[in-house]
């Protein structure tokens, strides 16, 4: 079942501009996570925070968390045409944690 | 280098021919998944493992099998696919499944199934 859904569902941004992309969760969360697609081919793993974080870098990422929104938030930084690709969160939640459930994406377009 | 190695990449078939998708890991991750994505539909988990002898059913489980007799591999199999079926697949390890550890994907396998 789906448990994460991002927003926008397509972002078209010019090369330098900051791009946000949310995510909106339904029930309580162990963390979440964020993962990188490059058309067609696998996933890659940016960054993962828990639920007792609210605030997460890693190079050109900024990762919110705010819990009682049930809301988190990716931030990419003076963005480059390398950066296009489709951006997914994922959640991991109650007793079964083992189970990742990921949303539907957010497609961006960094145009040089 | 550390991976996830699925084959094939690229597969048409018929409808009813059994196929196997192969995923194999190198990193001794305890925790396997098999996602299928869709236009639309994002990824949807299929049946993953926690350990040898370990399997579980995902959100879309119907038309396909798995087995993980050994740490190393969890084959996909597709005893009588139809065009349904038709999808890109996705395997995926981590340490152990917890959602602390994160995923590894393989490169994907793109299935038409006629």
């Known amino acids: 079942s789906q448990q994460g859904e991002e927003d926008p569902q397509a972002l078209s941004i010019q090369e330098g501009e900051n791009a946000t992309m949310n995510c909106s969760y339904k029930?309580?969360?162990?963390?979440l996570q964020w993962y990188r697609q490059n058309s067609g081919r696998g996933l890659v793993h940016l960054i993962l925070?828990?639920?007792?974080?609210r605030e997460k870098h890693s190079g050109r990422l900024r990762v919110t968390l705010d819990t009682s929104k049930k809301s988190s938030s990716l931030l990419i930084t003076a963005s480059r045409a390398a950066d296009t690709a489709s951006y997914f969160c994922a959640t991991s939640s109650g007793a079964g944690s083992y189970q990742l459930t990921f949303g539907k994406g957010t497609k961006l377009s960094v145009i040089p | 280098e550390a991976q996830v190695t699925q084959n094939p990449r690229y597969l048409i078939t018929v409808t009813g021919k059994k196929l196997t998708v192969t995923c194999s890991q190198n990193?001794?991750?305890?925790?396997m998944s098999w996602y299928r994505q869709d236009p639309g539909l994002g990824l949807r988990q299929i049946y993953y493992?926690?350990?040898?002898?370990?399997?579980d059913k995902g959100d879309v489980p119907e038309g396909y099998k798995v087995s993980r007799k050994e740490k190393r591999n969890f084959p996909l199999i597709l005893e009588s696919p139809s065009p349904n079926q038709t999808s890109l697949y996705f395997c995926a390890s981590s340490q152990d499944g917890s959602g602390a550890n994160v995923l590894t994907f393989g490169a994907g396998s793109r299935l038409t199934v006629l």
């Open positions: 493992s926690m350990n040898v002898e370990v399997t």
């Open positions: 029930t309580s969360i162990n963390n």
């Open positions: 925070i828990r639920s007792n974080e």
């Open positions: 990193m001794n991750h305890e925790y």
